[in-house]
């Protein structure tokens, strides 16, 4: 009676339903989830054009489309009918946008031109393999794009001709991609130049720009539209050596390319002057002190931002050579844009008088954006917040920015800031409907110090209705990579898993990012290890603060993380329950098998045969026999970087050999990425299943789905 009185005064007051009740978040909420993704503000600064992102409505897959909203705020409105529409960009007048489609069926994307002055999109590009990553001249006459199209492509085949051989001749030892499956490597992605009619009626003929061996990519106009800089690992077999690539340059007509610079490490997200002179671009170092004093190959390479002058043979300057965080960002989560383009496709931009550059960077668990004085390297605050700044586009002149800002409690909005004062406005609330009646709750942070001392950076998420002097069943949640971090992010995970009754621990054990380069470098040599340590620490705070239940816990994490809930389960027996996913069990079979190889000195100092002990002893497999805690395994059937023989399957046959209790999960033509951009069913299933573990084994409820049958 009670609560039928207070909603009726609510209503009488005003206010909207989601004021009156909030119920907690579902896993099936999921369904309901809407991204923006590659926000791309116009050259007046007036609009933003962004892909809006979808659950399609069976459930299986996402759907993409254009959307445009008014920077002074105002109802958005859809511009392309999708459902594969994507990488919008305007041309240097606004009145055009190329953007990428692909067909229905899924078929390879072609670029599209939409007048902004009204009419339908039609079709710019026709190339057999199709064409991406649409790049307009200074002028607005021509796109640059990439494709690997080659010209055999386009030659007629005879009737009676046979058919190409589908047997695979693999001579390189890095011959397939997590996601992609087999690599064409006879089919480089080359440049491109397309012009760009007054009036498109029909497709136009294409012209390739470079040719030969090795791909390009980041793809940049000269001032005068004369030339295309880009970047390229020109390296037959380029596994045997440290990550790298050299910034060239070619004619826009084609041609030789030339050199411009080398670097030990590799070259990303190139940015030109506005006066044409010089190029900054971000890159980590490969050599530098590793653990044992030596100077050699790192383990993770902190990024920073460089400027060089682009003559050939120039030496590029670190301007943040004293700045101990992260260029370009670093903070993960489960709710980045699932197609569309995710976090990390913005590049550095440069002031228009050329004297700075604006750049985002991970700052424990935090990713804001900073002014890097391009003479001194002097770094410069210019947003300050709890958030991640996943995605930023800048006017031409830099007086307005479109940014896309996740928080723990906002998958991601567009904001738009004031280049000058730097004051941001909402002008989304793209899941504000769903969200207002959602009871969400900001995660609790805290550091923390480990057995050495060593502070660590960790966050809480606790139940919608936490109660202070209550004891909590307690999941820790252990991030991959391992040079990876948590942060300042949503994440659907932490919040279902919070709404069942749990308290998630999330923290950011040595070997993180966003901490410096000695912090993440530490456990080079050493992983899994010393960052176990850390873990039991942060475990140890909260039952020490009286949050949580030391008689029900339980761990889980994906990829690293997996790799690391095996191993923390071998070395004590505290956790009631544990879900590992994606995991290693064995570093000898994934030396082998997975996607990359390792056959430099960065995780291992050399091959099996060679460094059989330290394989040995850092895979958790090994410390099979002191397990006794009940295990699920999750795993994609379609996972190239961590495959399931190497990890779960081993964990699974040996567990069941001592009659553990024990259970593996496939997820079929799921690959790594399950957790973030897999199949939005899959994805609910993953999360109902590991819950469930946690529910029976660690709460001792009675289900029986996991029962022998």
Known sequence: MLRTRLMVVLLLLGLPAAAQEKRKITETDLYSFQWIAGAQISPDGSQVVYTHVRVSPKHDDYETALWLVPAAGGPARQLTAGPRDSDAHWSPDGKWLAFTRAGTPP?????????????????????????????????????????????????????????????????KAAYRSNGAGFLEVARPSHIWVVDVPDVLGQPQKARQVTAGNFSESDITWSKDGSKIYFTSERTLEPYYEPPHSDLYVVAASGGEATKLVSMDGAIRGISLSPDGTRMAFVSAINTGDAPDGKVKQRSYSQPDLFVTELTPGAVPKNLTVAYDYDIGGGVGG????????????????????????????????KENLRRIDAASGKVEALTE???????????????????????????????????????????????????????LTEPAMFWYQSFDGRRIQAWAQRPPDFQEGTKYPLILDIHGGPHSAYGYTFD????????????????????????????????????????????????????????????????????????????????????????????????????????????????????????????????????????????????????LRTPPADGGEQ????????????????????????????????????????????????????IHTYDVR
């Not at 339908?120 to 002028?139: C, I, M």
């Not at 991640?388 to 896309?404: E, F």
């Not at 899994?528 to 850390?534: F, L």
């Not at 009659?659 to 999960?665: A, E, G, L, R």
């Open 107 to 171: 078929a390879r994307p072609q670029v599209w031109l939409l007048p902004m002055s009204g009419g339908e999109a039609r079709t710019l590009t026709d190339l057999p393999r199709g064409a991406a990553g649409p790049v307009w001249s200074p002028n607005g006459k021509s796109i640059a794009f990439s494709s690997a199209t080659q010209p055999r492509d386009f030659e007629k085949k005879a009737p009676d001709a046979p058919e190409e051989s589908d047997v695979r001749i693999i001579t």
């Open 334 to 365: 489960d709710q980045a844009p699932p197609r569309g383009g995710g976090p990390g496709g913005s590049r550095a931009y440069w002031s228009a008088d050329s004297r700075s550059i604006v750049v985002a960077t991970g700052e424990e668990g």
């Open 385 to 439: 917040g709890n958030h991640s700044i996943y995605s930023y586009s800048p006017t031409p002149d830099g007086s307005k920015l479109a940014l896309l800002i996740s928080t723990p409690t906002n998958i991601g909005d567009l904001f738009i800031a004031d280049g000058k004062t730097w004051r941001m406005t909402q002008i989304t609330h793209i899941n504000g409907e769903l969200f207002s009646k959602l009871a």
């Open 492 to 639: 659907h995970e932490f919040q279902w898993m919070a709404a069942k009754g749990y308290i998630v621990l999330y923290p950011n054990p040595r070997g993180s990012t966003t901490y410096g380069q000695e912090f993440g470098n530490i456990i080079q040599y050493h992983y899994p290890g010393d960052d176990y340590k850390d873990l039991m620490a942060g475990v140890d705070e909260l039952i020490k603060r009286g949050w949580v239940d030391p008689e029900r816990l339980g761990v889980t994490g994906g990829s690293g993380g997996g790799v690391l809930t095996n191993w923390v389960i071998g070395h004590t027996t505290r956790f009631k329950a544990a879900v590992s996913q994606r995991s290693i069990a064995d570093w000898t079979g994934f030396w082998y098998t997975t996607d990359f190889t390792q056959f430099t000195a960065s995780w291992f100092r050399g091959a099996p045969w060679e460094e059989e002990a330290d394989f040995k002893a850092r895979s958790p497999i090994t410390y099979i026999k002191q397990i006794v805690t009940p295990l699920m395994l999750v795993e994609g059937d379609a996972d």
């Open 651 to 702: 964990m699974f046959r040996a567990l069941k050999y001592k009659k553990i209790p024990t259970v593996m999960v496939r997820f079929p033509g799921e690959s790594h990425e399950l957790s973030r951009s897999g199949k939005p069913t899959h994805r609910v299933e993953r999360l109902q299943h590991i819950v469930g573990w946690m529910d029976k084994y660690a709460l001792g409820k009675e």
